[in-house]
């Protein structure tokens, strides 16, 4: 806009905008930059709120003094009836005690503060509330007594709500808000840098941990190639073969004892000397015969059969024909062969897991394995943390930090400022 322009806003009434400057300024500069032009702002602020509150101070006294008239001020007509006259007197004596309790209240804060400028305005504005409530009604009946007096003293009430209802009518809001946020967004970048530490820390050891990893993983490699381990391997192949045999076996007297079972359940009810030592055939045939070892049962089963023999063991004609026909072969070399083999199968698997227990390949890479598998966990742990600490570098609430700065800066200096991460020559240094 030219300046015949601006002459013929002016004519017009209109307000010639103010020309906007741009200034380039580091966040590590910007507390300093924003101090400096600020403060002159907020030192006016301050005088404009002490001002104020000397007007303040001024209607307090005219208001005092308006009580003290309205106080002593008598009544127009005194022939109006004594029931009458006390509840003047009533009314009088609680709005001036209201009153008086509300303008003690009103004094000046010891340090001209943004929080304490608002700290008493959010006490002025609960004591008001309360003052205007519980007076009302006096009021209403001191108008029918003495209309002019308790007229002034409400004016003046008027006149100090208006009065600090000014205090903040001026740009110290939008410094403080713009303090707040430089003081939030500092903190901010000062969080971040030290995430970013954390995180690069992290890492490092994330680094560490993968090299101790692989480095474990390469020797249980080697130890895996070597002739100790092909050894190992015989053992375990060995070992198999034996656990398979003594699966075989157990599996085969299960067999052998099965039809047998009912036929034992029952009979333990009947010979009760033996209640407990059938139990366990019927529970696990296979160990009860290991732990036979002086085949008691042979001695058992003659009885058992006699009793299915007599009907005092209830079969049913297979199971009863089926329990019969395997009596039979329940003998002792048959018993005797079992454990013999049971045994010498448990003895070569002892021998095999001895051999493995003391290996030192083995030991080695089940060491080294542990080692690994606890440098997994603490490897997951890591990570989350890592992720964490990735989230806490999102700039998301920087964003809304510097838009807040940039917005109040253009309305209080009229200046565009552009904010960057590190200071260089062309910043501004606050002129």
Request: glycine share 2%; with cysteine.
């Amino acid at each position: 806009m030219g300046l015949f322009g601006q002459l013929s806003d002016l004519f017009k009434g209109k307000p010639v905008e103010q020309e906007i400057s741009t200034v380039s300024v580091s966040l590590n500069n910007l507390p300093k930059w924003f101090k400096q032009k600020a403060d002159p702002i907020v030192e006016e602020a301050r005088e404009n709120i002490k001002r104020t509150f000397s007007l303040i101070q001024q209607e307090v006294k005219e208001a005092l003094r308006a009580c003290e008239l309205l106080e002593i001020e008598q009544l127009r007509n005194e022939s109006i009836p004594e029931k009458v006259k006390l509840i003047m007197h009533g009314n009088r004596r609680s709005y001036l005690h209201l009153t008086r309790m509300l303008l003690a209240t009103l004094s000046q804060p010891s340090d001209i503060t943004y929080k304490s400028v608002m700290a008493f305005l959010e006490q002025f504005e609960e004591q008001l509330s309360t003052y205007t409530k519980s007076s009302q009604k006096n009021y209403l009946v001191l108008q029918e007594f003495f209309k002019d007096e308790s007229k002034v003293v409400a004016m003046h009430i008027k006149r100090i709500n208006e009065l600090v209802r000014t205090l903040l009518d001026n740009p110290y809001k939008d410094i403080i808000t713009v303090s707040d946020a430089i003081y939030r967004l500092t903190k901010l970048q000062r969080d971040r840098e030290n995430v970013r530490v954390e995180w690069q820390q992290t890492q490092e050891k994330m680094k560490i941990l993968h090299a101790q990893i692989e480095k474990n993983r390469i020797e249980i490699g080697k130890q895996m190639d070597s002739f100790e381990y092909a050894r190992v391997k015989e053992f375990r192949e060995e070992k198999e073969r034996s656990e398979k045999g003594l699966k075989k076996v157990e599996e085969d007297i299960s067999l052998v004892f099965s039809p047998l079972l009912p036929a034992l359940k029952k009979f333990s009810h009947i010979d009760m000397g033996h209640e407990v030592f059938l139990a366990q055939y019927v529970e696990n045939p296979s160990a009860a015969v290991k732990a036979d070892t002086h085949l008691t049962i042979l001695m058992v089963l003659p009885k058992v059969v006699e009793a299915i023999e007599a009907g005092k063991i209830d079969l049913k004609d297979k199971k009863r024909q089926k329990a019969l026909e395997q009596a039979k072969q329940v003998t002792e070399e048959y018993l005797k062969q079992y454990q013999a083999t049971i045994s010498m199968l448990e003895n070569s698997l002892a021998q095999v897991e001895k051999q493995l227990k003391s290996n030192p390949v083995i030991q080695s890479i089940e060491e080294y394995s542990y080692r690994n598998e606890h440098l997994k966990r603490s490897m997951a742990k890591f990570e989350e943390e890592s992720l964490k600490l990735e989230k806490g570098l999102e700039q998301k609430e920087q964003g809304e930090l510097q838009k807040i700065i940039i917005d109040h800066i253009r309305k209080l200096f009229s200046i565009e400022v552009k904010l960057h991460a590190t200071a260089h020559p062309t910043d501004t240094q606050g002129d």
